[in-house]
């Protein structure tokens, strides 16, 4: 097992017990040399993830910018709300034909190329929305957000990407959470400024004109960024960060197979575990993140602005999760026990949210939505970084794009049949279908001793399971009788 472990020759091993934290870890010998190869950290590091997080923002602002005012547009447009709903999920449709093409495009034009195009099609996109703030316009500003939904995928396989080839091993979760932060904070502000600058107003001709300052700032945020891409952006540092940087950089291009690639990630059994949970988790963010609008209107008609701001609320914690389980990663490594426990809660918050959301108390909504969203969100880099720990030396950019890839599929599914369920019953049933799922996906991650033994969690780490598990039922059952009314009553009194 240690033989199987140690690089030969100066080549990487491609084992998959050889982990990239080992590698970062371990001295990287080269044949006929003695020394280490030289590092060096940059300060433009900072200035690349930086620039990346913000032209990511500009993208995941427009994903939501229509659902969040799903009524509106559907009164502006003349359509259903399912289709207002496609608005968003078309982000999640095109992601999937195009993945592979644009990840192999990654691996082959590196960085720089990727992130030209990505700012350019989003640049693009926003200007084509421009001209379609007419009522007859919608298959106008469809084709706008599907231009954006392409530079889409461009943008979300990149962080983990960006992380190691710029930073160090000790900062790499770190960075991968600055980018995965930028992103979520594009969404935060979709939730926030749509239904301040298009406020529900009868005149057609007024809300023509609030929809297009919206977007003509949208148009003039991304082509500010994609003049700055094109004159900041660099592929990579002079020198690389790390000894596993530099060891990937003796790999000739004509050495690495996309395909071989891919075939070794679809044969790494806790991989395929990670992108099944990890596709059902984030899954269900977007399904409630596409439907918000919808389920706070129902129960509190006219609060299209606090609709935002819960949605805002989702991702502000979820940020906050995200840089916390960044800084934790990057000090213990403890990949496993960290992922697992974010899963659990995540279950636990979306007991709390669907069980909580008709009360009548928008404070309440905000408590639990906020609780939501700081372990939900907040599992996105975690997903990311321990995906990059099972497959190392695989391209980074592979394997979180399997990953996106499962989220945008279980994300279609979800928002479909959460909004059918809602239409058809009520939004309790249609956020209980997400918590099973939820429920699956934390059962995948922890409850099967034969998973635990291959990922190697010990057993005390099973024990802990079994009481997490234990406190996510009586916190079920608790909201059960509050929906029974036993402890609704004392609601009702606050």
Known sequence: MCDESKPVDGEVNDNKYFS?????????????????????????????????????????YQWIQYGIINNIFMRFYGVDSFTIDWMSMIYMLTYIPLIFPVAWLLDKKGL?????????????????????????????????QFTCSVAQVFILGMPSRIASVWFGSEEVSTACSIGVFGNQLGIAIGFLVPPILVPNVDDLDELAAHIRVMFYITAGVATFLFVLVVIVFQERPDIPPTHAQAAARRISPENYSYTASIHRLLRNKAFIL??????????????????????????????????????????IAGMVGSLICGIWLDRSKTYKQTTLAVYLMSLVGMVLYAFTLDLGHLWVVFITAGTLGFFMTGYLPLGFEFA????????????????????????IIFTICQGKIMDSFNTLAGNLFLCAFLLIGTIITGADCSILIYLGISPKMKVDFNHMVSFVVRTSLFFIYARSGIVGTWFKYL
Request: one cysteine or more; proline letters at 4%.
């Open 20 to 60: 990239k934290t080992a590698a970062t870890d371990a001295e990287v010998t080269f044949e006929h040399r003695s020394a280490p190869p030289e590092t060096r950290l940059y300060k433009k590091r900072w200035v690349i993830v930086f620039l990346f997080s913000l032209y990511s923002l500009c993208n995941s």
């Open 112 to 144: 720089r190329v990727i992130a030209l195009v990505a700012a350019a099609l989003n640049c693009t996109g926003t200007w084509i929305k421009v001209a379609s703030a007419r009522p007859d316009l919608f298959p106008v500003t469809f084709l706008g």
């Open 274 to 315: 990670l992108v099944i949970t990890y596709g059902l988790n984030v899954g269900c963010f977007y399904a409630v993140s596409t439907l918000l609008n919808r389920m706070i209107i129902e129960h509190y008609p006219g609060e299209e602005v606090n609709a935002g701001r819960i949605g805002l609320t989702i991702v």
């Open 388 to 411: 990059v720990e099972l497959t190392f030396p695989e391209s980074e950019g592979t394997s979180s794009g399997l990953l996106n890839c499962s989220a945008q599929v279980f994300g």
